[in-house]
């Protein structure tokens, strides 16, 4: 299971911080990221940070939007800066792992809404 914290409201060039578990047993956790959706889009991809620590931005957020991960409490943090309007969506947290039963797949978070207001 994956629960985000964090989001809410911020005003243009401000800052927010996302936060994600991925509580319960798992065999392996490869990926972890996150993603963003507004209504009636397709959800896209944010950023990804790898076991191994390697990192993977959306063009629109580089240099901008920073992720970590501490791989012992299974977890992934967002910290967004110099956030814009176009910011604006539900931001949901995301794991490739495999679970005890030995399925692997893509695990989504609840989502949390991230507002810019310009």
């Known amino acids: 299971q994956l629960q985000a914290s964090g989001g809410g409201l911020a005003q243009a060039g401000g800052s927010l911080r996302l936060s994600c578990v991925a509580s319960?047993?798992?065999?392996?956790?490869?990926?972890m990221g996150w993603y963003r959706q507004v209504p009636g889009k397709q959800r896209e991809m944010v950023t990804s940070i790898t076991r191994g620590g390697t990192t993977n931005y959306a063009d629109s957020v580089k240099g901008r939007f920073t992720i970590s991960s501490d791989n012992a409490k299974n977890s992934v943090a967002l910290q967004m800066n110099s956030l814009k309007s176009e910011d604006t969506a539900t931001y949901y947290c995301?794991?490739?792992?495999?679970?005890?039963?030995?399925?692997?797949?893509?695990?989504w978070g609840q989502g949390t809404q991230v507002t810019v207001s310009s």
């Open positions: 995301n794991a490739d792992a495999r679970a005890l039963s030995g399925v692997r797949k893509d695990y």
């Open positions: 319960g047993s798992w065999s392996i956790l490869y990926d």
